[in-house]
């Protein structure tokens, strides 16, 4: 049975959200924005339409997110009353205390990604370190961690580019995830990924260690303008499809992009490479590799905003791409994040892709480095 000092917090932190999130505010925000949606010749410019629909989509958010923790608070409130009167069950005053703290804590760590990237869509790029075998076979697992973490929160997924590796595994995939704060919660997942288990590809059976990267990126639209210096560019095309007989496509429709990429701050020059095999049709995976590359652009821009902040703030923790961030045991039915501390025994959920909680640690200790 809850107590009265839990039913207290919930209701202070209730409180607490509508004015930090400032509700009253957003609610008249939001009538403004959806009359402007009513105006004629609304549509007749598509892209800023889009733009203005995702705003007024975005405030709403908001608001029935509060709307849901309010309820939920209140519901528990008139349970607690109801089992005062002998009305209702203590396990149904517990339940609905369960309840309104989920949609708490889902509002406040929503509350948590304010970052200037952290509304878009993602780009989320698996690649396989050393290893052979099983170094790859560890690059699908990690595939199919995030994809069904994807399902589960209700994100569109698309793969982008996919190299399967000859034996077991893949090399490198990148998949496209689309949906609400799809980078604000995957940004914490850039880095290196550590597998320690006892590998069905070693026939002595020894405990081996693997690797595999993952990269992170916001997926620009049309609407943020990324400078793309297209002399820079250099195209060519491959066959793409499966390992062999039919699958094989006969024409050329996967795309490779290389841009010369020279950093404005430092000088200092590299060549970025970009493939695109998501469909059958060339022209379309130039669009999409385009995409990817204008992505790309604008993370090293946020990444050097980030690093500026870092210098001025000296105090903080720097956030380390493509440093080892995470442990996955599977003898000792452990996986820890070394960056946050956090860690579960629940390895098999873990790779179903329940990631919840360490998307919410890595929140709560870096919120403030991402704004």
Request: proline share 2%.
């Amino acid at each position: 049975m809850i107590t009265a000092d839990q039913l207290k917090d919930i209701k202070e932190r209730t409180a607490a959200l509508k004015q930090y999130l400032a509700i009253d505010e957003k609610i008249i925000q939001v009538e403004e924005e959806q009359l402007r949606t009513q105006a004629p010749g609304f549509w007749d410019n598509a892209k800023e339409a889009e733009a203005q629909m995702k705003k007024v989509k975005a405030l709403q958010g908001w608001i029935d997110g509060y709307k849901e923790v309010h309820s939920r608070t209140e519901e528990t409130e008139m349970a607690m009353e109801l089992f005062r009167e002998e009305m209702v069950e203590e396990s149904e005053v517990d339940d609905a205390y369960t309840r309104a703290l989920a949609a708490i804590e889902e509002l406040e760590l929503k509350n948590m990604l304010r970052g200037e990237a952290d509304d878009m869509d993602c780009v989320l790029k698996i690649n396989s370190g050393a290893g052979g075998t099983e170094a790859q076979d560890w690059a699908s697992m990690l595939m199919r961690m995030y994809m069904r973490w994807a399902e589960a929160n209700g994100y569109k997924i698309a793969v982008a580019n996919l190299q399967e590796a000859e034996d077991a595994g893949i090399k490198t995939v990148t998949l496209e995830l689309k949906g609400p704060y799809a980078y604000g919660y995957l940004k914490g997942e850039n880095g290196v990924h550590r597998l320690v288990r006892v590998s069905p590809y070693n026939a002595q059976g020894k405990r081996m260690t693997s690797f595999s990267s993952v990269f992170v990126t916001p997926l620009v639209d049309d609407s943020i303008e990324v400078v793309i210096e297209p002399a820079r560019i250099s195209w060519d095309t491959f066959r793409s499809g499966g390992a062999g007989g039919q699958n094989v496509n006969k024409v050329e429709s996967g795309v490779r992009l290389r841009y010369q990429y020279k950093d404005p701050y430092t000088g200092a020059e590299e060549e970025i490479l970009i493939e695109n095999t998501e469909t059958r049709d060339q022209p379309k995976n130039k669009e999409n590799a385009m995409r990817q590359l204008r992505s790309i652009l604008y993370n090293k821009e946020m990444q050097h905003r980030m690093e500026e902040q870092s210098k001025v703030e000296a105090g903080k923790k720097k956030i380390e791409w493509g440093s080892q961030i995470r442990s996955y045991v599977f003898d000792d039915r452990r996986v820890k994040d070394h960056r946050t501390n956090f860690q579960t025994s629940d390895v098999g959920g873990v790779m179903d892709g329940k990631i919840d909680g360490f998307i919410k640690a890595y929140l709560m200790e870096f919120a403030e480095e991402g704004e």
